[in-house]
């Protein structure tokens, strides 16, 4: 990225490589104490949220004001060590490094604002950059392409399905007294949604025949359609990984064209695929004759 250089030789250079980068031992230890640091802030949060802990008020305070000062060192350390450090701040682990301290900060001036301290979670994504877990960004891409391609489809499975929620809905609430639980028709949508989707809370219920009646043909409807979203996401990713894996280059010699992309022959007829080079087989034929037997075709 453009916005993650180093600002010049140096020991500005030396810190970049320790703090964005994992390729040395220093770099991982500092990319594992800080997820660590990350996870024991989360912790302390946590756990300041729970009545039975409320004792521990005081060392949850310090130890809370301890991470947001090595926080807001860390940060200071990225944007010193960088060649623009205001264009880190507009990444996405900009964005959320300056939301892990920004909460502690505010709560000098607004109180409770440490509770937004879980947005430091986030951070744990650098974990990525130790496991070395980067070679399944394509892999993501690929559903992201999938549900791009997809989303017309999903969407008026969705109106379709908000369609069928709302009129048997809407009968619902028509027949059934109030003192089951149908005050509305926003409450009865709600009955509707959770009866279609099989949960099933059931603390909303037709107490009528009809109603009961109903709710069978919700739940029957929601078995029949809940997975055609699914089928139609699964075949945009099958779609999306063969247009990844195989080429749309056709043979020069049969012209078939479901090939993947790194092959050098064709799978029937055996044909060299890169017209833009000599065929291999070929140039060692013509090698392997005596130079008096060569001739111009030949090489």
């Known amino acids: 990225m453009s916005q993650i250089r180093p600002a010049k030789a140096g ?37 300041d949220s729970v009545n039975r802990f ?6 949850f305070y310090i130890a809370e004001w301890g991470f947001t000062l090595l ?24 964005i959320i490094d300056v939301l892990s301290i920004l909460p502690t900060w505010l709560a000098l001036i607004i109180p409770g604002a440490q509770s937004l301290l879980v947005v430091r979670l986030l951070r744990v994504l650098r974990i990525f950059r130790i496991l070395r877990l980067m070679q399944f960004v394509g892999e993501g891409r690929l559903l992201v392409d999938a549900l791009k391609r997809s989303w017309h489809q999903i969407l008026l499975f969705l109106c379709t399905v908000m369609m069928i ?4 809905s809407s009968v619902v609430y028509l027949i059934e007294p109030r003192e089951a639980g149908f ?16 949960v099933g ?25 809940i997975a055609i979203p699914t089928g139609v996401f699964s075949a945009e990713v099958i779609r999306s990984i063969r247009a990844e894996r195989y080429s749309d280059e056709a043979c020069p010699g049969c012209g078939y064209d479901r090939h993947e992309r790194n092959a050098r022959y064709c799978l029937r007829c055996g044909t060299w695929l890169n017209e833009e080079t000599p065929d291999p087989r070929k140039v060692r034929r013509a090698l392997s004759k005596p130079p008096s037997d060569r001739s111009d075709t030949d090489t």
């Open 11 to 47: 020991p500005r250079t030396r810190l970049f490589q320790i703090i964005f980068e994992s390729d040395t031992r220093l770099a991982k230890a500092f990319d594992i104490a800080l997820i660590l640091s990350i996870l024991a802030s989360v912790a302390i949060v946590m756990l």
């Open 201 to 225: 809370y059931g603390d909303i219920s037709p107490v009528t025949p009809l109603g009961q009646f109903i709710s069978v043909m919700v739940m029957l409807t929601g078995y029949s359609i």
């Open 54 to 59: 409320k004792h521990y008020g005081n060392f």
């Open 71 to 94: 926080f807001t060192v860390e940060l200071g350390l990225r944007l010193y060590c960088l060649e623009r450090p205001l264009r880190y701040l507009t990444t996405f682990f900009g």
């Open 165 to 168: 929620v709302i009129i048997f």
């Open 183 to 198: 005050t509305s028709i926003p409450k009865a949508v709600y009955w509707g949604i959770v009866t279609l989707t099989t």
